[in-house]
């Protein structure tokens, strides 16, 4: 097999219309292990993007040493991509693994054992407790773990502590997709499936360079725009992506908006379809409510209006709309670009209503795909380990509070719920002000990936909170920690998750954890029996032990509602390739598409969310929300372009935006342990267009300096990939793996420059507007 | 009418007072994101209605020196100063709540007269108007609701 860090999709399979993906299977054994030196495979599936493809995991003498993709799995028929084949079982053996706990000790972390580590805990939140109650708990988790382990530390979380403040780094990365799936369609749920890649005859990438976030999806789409009848592909990007590329090659449009008004954007390809009559009127009538004053809302943005706003010519605007509204099958697919920009909500929801319009979701090759940043991240939505209640549950709905504390037999009060559940960011700000004292995260490294880095580290290390990090490695968060708990990783423990297409896979245990180090399912469990938490009768909560008890736990507390697991059974899951919820009666062997038949669960009393205000994040009210009777019609709602929150300025000219590269996940964790990855992509850079580079007189490969009100980093130049007035870094780079260097003072890492402030409803931070300026430091 | 015009002029005074205060709690909570962002956008709608009353407010003359005086006692005083704290935070919006409430009856009151007139144009920006109003309260509503625990019941002493 090629270097598939440079060959990153592999080769083409080209293939028409309606006609199925082939299958590839790619395999990837460490150095000096061949495939007949394997002594099992163990079926599991790839954590290391939304994408979560099937794979094998290969292990022999007890160490993982490689991965094959699964040959019929729905998601990837086989294929792997750079990030799955070369970093999914390396850091599993590395020589930094956390091994004991760790607490600290006359300001240093020292090891210990589990009772010490584990006491110490028990033994702060028991006094907070009774000093002050559970509003002193905060709990940030991950987009990381299995469904088993969210719903439990749901459980924990909920009813054994009963505090609201629960959420993942998953309000990083897929809040947004939540929340707009949740104003259109009434509660959260992916409505297409990745099988629309071979039925659509166009694609909508909006703010989403499959290229390099979900390579093997991307493979899939250029699988079809290389065959017969390939579809036309339209990319919103500021960037000049490889699905720009393609965009333009398939005779579709690049559409590169000031970074900032992606909404000014959507709005005036809505307004097109209204002026051209492309909307499928009856279906429209039937099945939707707000049409009127959604098109008063788009009524101003002309396409030389959306010009002037955006930055772009008109006539694309004009030739993006005619696409969406002349085609017979849109496939959207939408990512962060969107979500973590301006007005995150109000746009994802615009291309929700684009598809509403055309009475295009739930068709083949008709679907919508809110993505998600990360695999398992979907998992938290459904379990309530973020803020969500279990089930797609509204916490605005008595009856649904019922529901979850007959199961959980405890006092409905227990289960906070008289506010919404409280946001990451407002965790930290609760920390900063002193009122969370503890906090405890879990998988995740907000040192490095929350914006406004070094307001964050300042949070950690402070001494008003005690701060407890469970975790594979001592990473940057870890460091700042009162007590380090050393966790198992995938491939180390069993558990199920779903990835962005609704596609529930069971990944196996397939070694053991090194040292002491424990699951994360173990780690919570063991805190809740220390606690004592019982329910009403008395018995221990949560009631489970095993990874399959607390699936079977899950099951109950999914059914009836619509991400209904009822059929489903770590049983069934074992080596099956890939079944999409909801599994149940109706549907015993999954469904592909949501809302086929032009019902949204939007009534009243199965809603998830009343909805909101997209302008200001304002909640309806139940009343308002009955008065509207949407009774299972979907929701197209609109809001008006407001700008982002830092113009650029004579100071800081210029835009800041930050994302992915194809070698990394997250702050590089596992990735920067594949000696590939990290060869191929060692360092961070920064992406500045030619026009603003050669005024300031900088070349490809210089050294600069970019600085924002907040922070700066010193890094490479790298020229013409972005538009003019933006630049674009990607946030991956911590100081880890720097000698020597304290977190902070590596110089690099993006997210010392952006802002505290997040999307009114979604509350998902902007990571893309931030003012900025470069300066040179010098030729290389 | 004169009656009408000096309800004119309470909207357009106490639109321009709730955007002050709006502004003000912004600027005072500053290191509260989201209410530092949502004060000032809603400023800014408070600031549109004014501008859509502006042509037919000078129809009407809005005129203070009429001598009708009574309405101006309902004139509601801004935020001047804010307070510190989550507590504090709390009572802000609260007074936020009750400016804008004056603003949406005032807006009641007019569009009532409006229609009584069969002023197409005044009933439009009452209309206007008020659902912009609804939003400011809205919002007031659901940051409330979310900040009332913690500040009530963890909140550290200032
Ligand atoms: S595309 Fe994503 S899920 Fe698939 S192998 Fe690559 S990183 Fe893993």
Known sequence: MADRTTDVWGERSPHGRGTPWSTRVDLHLHDGVGEADVDRWVPSACVLCSNGCGCDIAVKDGRMVGVRGRADDVVNRGRLGPKGLYASTPWASDRQRLTRPLVREGGRLVATDWDTALGRVVAESQRLLAENGPLTHGFYTSGQLFLEEYYTLGVIGKAGLGTPHMDGNTRLCTATAAAALKESFGADGQPGSYDDVEHCDALFSWGHNTAETQTVLWSRILDRTHGAAPPVLVCVDPRRTAVAAEAERTGGVHLAPQVGTNLALVNGITRELLEHGWIDEDWVAAHTLGLDDLREVVAPYTPEAVARTCGVAAADVERAAEIFGRSERVLSTVLQGFYQSHQATASAVGVNNLHLLRGMVGRPGGGILQMNGQPTAQNNRECGADGDLPGFRNWDNPAHVQQLADLWDVDPLTIPHWAPPTNAMQIFSYAEQGSIELLWISATNPAVSMPESARIRRILASDRCFVVVQDLFLTETAELADVVLPAAGWGEKTGAFTNADRTVHLSQQAVDPPGEARSDLDIFLTYARMMGFTDRSGRPLPSWSTPEEAFDAWRDASARRPVDYTRLTHERLRGADGLRWPVNAAAPDGTVRLYGDGVFPTATDVCETYGHDLLTGGAVTEQEHRALAPAGRAFLKGAAFTPPHEEPSAEYPLLFTTGRTVHHFHTRTKTARSRRLQDAAPDAWVELSATDAEGLGIAEGDLVRVESPRGAIEVRARIGSVREGAVFAPFHYGTWDLDGVAPGEGHRQANELTMTVWDPVSKQPCFKTAACRVVPLGRS | ?158
């Open chain 2, 1 to 158: 009418m004169l009656h009408l015009a000096t309800y004119v002029g309470l909207a357009d005074h106490s639109e321009a007072t709730l955007a002050d205060s709006f502004r003000a709690v912004a600027e005072g909570h500053a290191a509260v994101a989201d209410v530092y962002h949502t004060c000032r956008t809603l400023a800014g709608l408070s600031d549109t209605h004014r501008e859509l009353l502006a042509p037919v407010a000078e129809r009407y003359g809005e005129d203070e020196s009429d001598g009708v005086d009574e309405p101006e006692r309902l004139h509601a005083s801004g935020l001047a100063e804010v307070r510190s704290g989550e507590i504090g935070l709390l009572r802000d919006l609260q007074d936020l709540h009750v400016l804008a409430d004056l603003v949406r009856t005032t807006w009641l009151v007019i569009a009532q007269g409006a229609q009584g007139l069969r002023d197409h144009e005044l009933l439009d920006v009452a209309r206007r108007a008020a659902a912009g109003t609804q939003r400011q309260t809205s919002w007031l509503d659901t940051r409330i609701r979310a900040a009332a625990p913690q500040a009530l019941i963890v909140a550290p002493p200032r």
